[in-house]
């Protein structure tokens, strides 16, 4: 057998990249709760109410995703030196699990406890996102890595689905009941925190605790770090223009996906049960638009790829404003999981065919930060529009119920006008350029 065809030696046994697996299992099960269908709809209706309920998720939002920004690149520090990523990992998921959990005592009109739970919890699952994502360099070999991260994927999106599906069933045997609604948090607490357990127990702390250079602090080496990737993707133009384009249209992502459920409940009366169910098919529909866009990119080449995934997520986000009924926005929203796993497994794949041999993990480390950097921009631009839309459309005669509606609708298109933008920034990228200044250097 030849060394071109041998098989890649695994770093980690089948336990351990089972346990790595399995946390992402549960971490998906809070983004697909709290995040898509259930909590977000619930704080914006049923703890605040209105326009101002859409405001204020798009506020707590912004907070805890500014926080996560500023501190990612000293927790990256941390966790390169302490030798201590398992412990943070664990401190900031039972972080995340506890503030989850404690939603469950959030009732209408409790809106500080509902916004400051959110934000603790939100910020606990990603940080411990930093440190997680730290050990697949451990678990899996350099070739080998594209493939464990893509089953990790895939388990994460299953544990989204298994989550939903014990949360509807518990909503539907209760009859909409606010109790369970509630309780339904509490059970996404102990889900993910059950998943994580193995990685607790199973997945070893490989990494050795490094000294710190004379005079140097945690804080100092996080900013020389970040110096250090800004100077490595200095020369590479394509690959900083590619950057500046994800830097606005994964905005317009973020924006959809913490909306989505606020935009069915106001415009299309959704039920809890109705978001439960769309959401399980938006994350079907996601795993297919995976496969598909990734056959794509292999014979369309990355750019061309994203620049359809883009356009069908564009039109799909326009057309919210133009529908009328339950069905119309089903349709959207599962048209949507598929243009946005697109947006979303291309872009990291342009990454790789962007990143010079051996330092892949620069790229991806600057690729992380631009994505952390931008997406507190778009969730508060969303929130202050549709509260400003509403008390204009309220100031010209229209009832509350209509007024909100439009403001929604409204907001819906900053969504679109991020996603365009980023869109005519990629047509400036050369993707033939960018991979021969990849190989050259």
Not at 324 to 336: E, G, S
Not at 416 to 431: D, S, T, Y
């Amino acid at each position: 057998m030849t060394a071109a065809t041998a098989p890649v030696a695994a770093k980690s046994t089948r336990r351990e990249r089972v346990a790595w697996y399995l946390y992402d299992f549960g971490n998906s099960a809070y983004a697909a709760v709290v995040l898509l269908a259930v909590y977000s709809r619930y704080f914006q209706n049923g703890v605040v109410g209105g326009a101002e309920g859409t405001k204020l998720w798009g506020t707590a939002v912004f907070i805890a995703m500014l926080v996560v920004a500023v501190s990612a690149p000293f927790l990256g520090a941390i966790a390169d030196y302490s030798g201590a990523k398992k412990r943070f990992l664990i401190f900031f998921t039972t972080q995340a699990c506890i503030f989850t959990g404690l939603l469950f005592f959030v009732i209408q009109g409790r809106v500080l406890a509902g916004m400051a739970f959110f934000i603790l919890a939100e910020i606990g699952y990603r940080a411990a996102q930093v440190f997680y994502n730290g050990f697949l360099p451990e678990i899996a070999h350099p070739d080998d890595m594209g493939r464990v991260a893509g089953i990790g994927w895939a388990v994460g999106s299953a544990g989204g689905v298994l989550c939903l599906l014990i949360v509807l069933a518990m909503i539907l045997a209760s009859g909409s009941s606010n109790f369970m609604i509630r309780l339904s948090f509490i059970v996404t607490a102990v889900f993910f925190a059950v998943s994580a357990l193995p990685l607790f127990f199973w997945l070893p702390e490989r990494a050795e605790r490094r000294a710190l250079p004379p005079g140097e602090n945690y804080a100092s080496i996080a900013i020389k770090q970040l110096k250090e990737t800004i100077r490595a993707a200095r020369g590479f133009v394509e690959f900083l223009k590619f950057m500046l384009a994800f830097l606005v249209y994964n905005d317009g992502v973020i924006m959809a996906l913490d909306f989505a459920a606020i935009i069915g409940g106001v415009l299309f009366g959704l039920t809890e049960q109705q978001l439960i169910i769309l959401m399980i098919l938006v994350q079907i529909t996601n795993v297919v638009g995976a496969y598909v866009f990734g056959v794509m990119v292999d014979r369309f080449g990355g750019k061309r790829t994203l620049d359809i995934s883009l356009v069908l997520m564009i039109i799909d986000v326009i057309l919210i404003y133009f529908a009328q009924t339950v069905t119309h926005y089903f349709i959207i929203a599962i048209f949507a999981g598929f243009a946005m796993a697109g947006i979303q497994s291309v872009s990291r794949t342009m990454v790789g065919m962007f990143s010079p041999p051996g330092r892949s993990a620069e790229f991806y480390g600057f690729f992380a930060l631009t994505g952390r950097t931008s997406s507190f921009i778009g969730p508060a631009v969303f929130g202050w529009l549709t509260a400003a839309a509403t008390v204009f459309f309220m100031n010209r005669g229209q009832t509350i119920d209509l007024a909100e509606q439009m403001g929604h609708r409204i907001a819906a298109l900053s969504i679109a006008a991020f996603l365009f933008a980023g869109l005519i920034l990629l047509q400036f990228v050369n993707e033939k350029k960018a991979r021969e200044a990849a190989l050259a250097s």
